[in-house]
C-alpha cells in the first residue's frame, strides 16, 4: 500500500532571515530566504530592524514556498516553525503567523529547537547525500553558537562543550570588523584566507578546559595586533589582507578541531556532521576531509543552502516530529534562549 504524502510547511525567523519551506516527507520542494541587506550598514544585526522586516518579509516568503512547490495550503498536514534560541522579536514574528496559519487551516502546530533543526538537516532527503548513523557527534557553528553534541537519536542530544563566550561566528565577524570588511565578513575572510599565508602571523588560542570554546580573547588578541601594527605602518592591513585572513582563519580552524579531536577521543565516535552559518567555510571543510584521511572519521557535510538559516532545516524536523505525533499547544512561547 503507497503511504500517504505528508506535506509540512517550515517557518524560520530566528535572526536576520526570513526563509519558508515545503516538504514532502523528507524531501524538500522549496526553500525560499529573503535576506535583510540593511543590517550591512551597521556591522551587525540590529534586533528592532530585523523584526520589521520580519514582519515586511513573512506573508510574501510564505506565498513564494507554497507556489514554488505547487502545494496548495489546504494540502498541508502541519506548520512547523522556530521556536528559539534567537532575538526575540524575530522569533514573535515567525510564532505569531505559524500559529495563526495552523489555526485557520486546523492543523497540527510543531515548535523547532533552532540549534536541533542544524544538525537534523543533515537528514533531508538529498542525492548524493549520505545521512549520518545514529550515534554521531555534530559540530554547529554559528554566529551565535558553537557546540559540539553527542547525537544518539532524532531527539536525543547532549551538548558535551560549548563557548563560553563569543561564538565562532563572531569572531570571524568582529576580526572583519577591526580590519574594514563589510557583514557578514566570514565569507571575504575565508575567500582571502585562499590566497595569502596561514602562518604569517601567530595569534592566541585560548586555553579552556574540555570541551568548551573561547573566541573572546582570540578576538582581542586580533585587534591589539592590528592596531599595533597599523600604528607602526599605517598600510599594513592593505599591504597584508590576505595573510592576516589566511592567519586568522588558520588559527579558528584549528581552535575547532583541536576540540573535535578531543571529543572523538573521549566519546568513541568516528562519525562526524557540521551544521550552522560557518560550516559553508571552505577551510573547515577542507580540515574535514583532512581529518578522514587521518584519523579515519567519516564527515558529513551539508550542502550550502541548509548551512545558513534556512526553513528547510526547520521542515525536516517538522516531518520527524509529525510522525512522532509530537505536535505543540497554540499557547507555546518563543525563548531566546532555548536550549537543545
Same mark, same amino acid.
Given at each position: &500500500?503507497?503511504?500517504?504524502?505528508?506535506?509540512? %510547511? @517550515?517557518?524560520?525567523?530566528?535572526?536576520?532571515?526570513?526563509?519558508?519551506?515545503?516538504?514532502? $516527507?523528507?524531501?524538500?520542494?522549496? $526553500? =525560499?530566504?529573503?535576506?535583510?541587506?540593511?543590517?550591512?550598514?551597521?556591522?551587525?544585526?540590529?534586533?528592532? %530592524?530585523?523584526? !520589521?522586516?520580519?514582519?515586511?518579509?513573512?506573508?510574501?516568503?510564505?506565498?513564494?514556498?507554497?507556489?514554488?512547490?505547487?502545494?496548495?495550503?489546504?494540502?498541508?498536514?502541519?506548520?512547523?516553525?522556530? !521556536?528559539?534560541?534567537?532575538?526575540?522579536?524575530?522569533?514573535? =514574528? @515567525?510564532?505569531?503567523?505559524?500559529?495563526?496559519?495552523?489555526?485557520?487551516?486546523d492543523i497540527p502546530l510543531i515548535d523547532v529547537n533552532h540549534m536541533q533543526a542544524h544538525i537534523l538537516a543533515h537528514f533531508i532527503d538529498e542525492e548524493n547525500h549520505n545521512k549520518p548513523p545514529f550515534p554521531f557527534l555534530a559540530m554547529t557553528i554559528s554566529g551565535?553558537?558553537?557546540?559540539?553534541?553527542?547525537?544518539? $537519536?532524532?531527539?536525543? &542530544?547532549? =551538548? %558535551?562543550?560549548?563557548?563560553?563566550?563569543?561564538?565562532?561566528?563572531?569572531?570571524?565577524?568582529?576580526?572583519?570588523? =577591526? %580590519?574594514?570588511?563589510?557583514?557578514p565578513a566570514g565569507p571575504e575572510i575565508d575567500r582571502r584566507a585562499q590566497l595569502g599565508n596561514p602562518k604569517a602571523f601567530q595569534f592566541t588560542k585560548p586555553k579552556v578546559d574540555g570541551l568548551n570554546f573561547s573566541f573572546s580573547g582570540l578576538k582581542t588578541n586580533i585587534l591589539y595586533f592590528v592596531q599595533r601594527e597599523v600604528k607602526a605602518d599605517p598600510n599594513f592591513i592593505t599591504e597584508n589582507l590576505n595573510d592576516i585572513c589566511a592567519s586568522i582563519q588558520y588559527t579558528i580552524i584549528g581552535i575547532l578541531m583541536s576540540k573535535l579531536k578531543l571529543a572523538v577521543k573521549q566519546i568513541g565516535i568516528k562519525h562526524i556532521?557540521? @551544521?550552522?552559518?560557518?560550516?559553508?567555510?571552505?577551510?573547515? !571543510?577542507? *580540515?574535514?576531509?583532512? *581529518?578522514?584521511?587521518?584519523? @579515519?572519521?567519516?564527515?558529513?557535510?551539508?550542502?550550502?543552502e541548509y548551512t545558513t538559516d534556512n526553513a528547510a532545516m526547520i521542515a525536516i524536523v517538522g516531518y520527524l516530529k509529525y510522525l512522532d505525533n509530537d505536535f505543540s499547544d497554540f499557547d507555546v512561547m518563543a525563548t531566546a534562549r532555548l536550549k537543545i
Open positions: &500500500m503507497e503511504k500517504e504524502n505528508i506535506y509540512i %510547511l @517550515g517557518i524560520e525567523s530566528s535572526c536576520d532571515d526570513t526563509s519558508a519551506a515545503v516538504l514532502c $516527507n523528507d524531501t524538500i520542494l522549496s $526553500n =525560499v530566504v529573503a535576506d535583510q541587506k540593511i543590517h550591512t550598514e551597521y556591522g551587525g544585526v540590529v534586533p528592532e %530592524l530585523a523584526s !520589521r522586516a520580519h514582519q515586511q518579509n513573512i506573508v510574501p516568503v510564505v506565498h513564494q514556498a507554497l507556489e514554488k512547490a505547487g502545494v496548495k495550503k489546504e494540502q498541508l498536514h502541519a506548520v512547523a516553525f522556530t !521556536r528559539g534560541p534567537g532575538l526575540m522579536g524575530s522569533l514573535l =514574528v @515567525g510564532t505569531s503567523f505559524a500559529k495563526s496559519l495552523a489555526y485557520g487551516l551565535g553558537h558553537t557546540q559540539i553534541v553527542k547525537v544518539s $537519536n532524532y531527539f536525543e &542530544m547532549e =551538548v %558535551l562543550g560549548e563557548t563560553i563566550d563569543d561564538a565562532v561566528g563572531e569572531a570571524y565577524d568582529k576580526s572583519g570588523k =577591526v %580590519l574594514g570588511l563589510g557583514y556532521a557540521i @551544521g550552522g552559518g560557518v560550516s559553508a567555510n571552505s577551510g573547515i !571543510r577542507k *580540515a574535514l576531509k583532512d *581529518a578522514e584521511q587521518k584519523f @579515519g572519521w567519516t564527515s558529513y557535510i551539508p550542502k550550502f
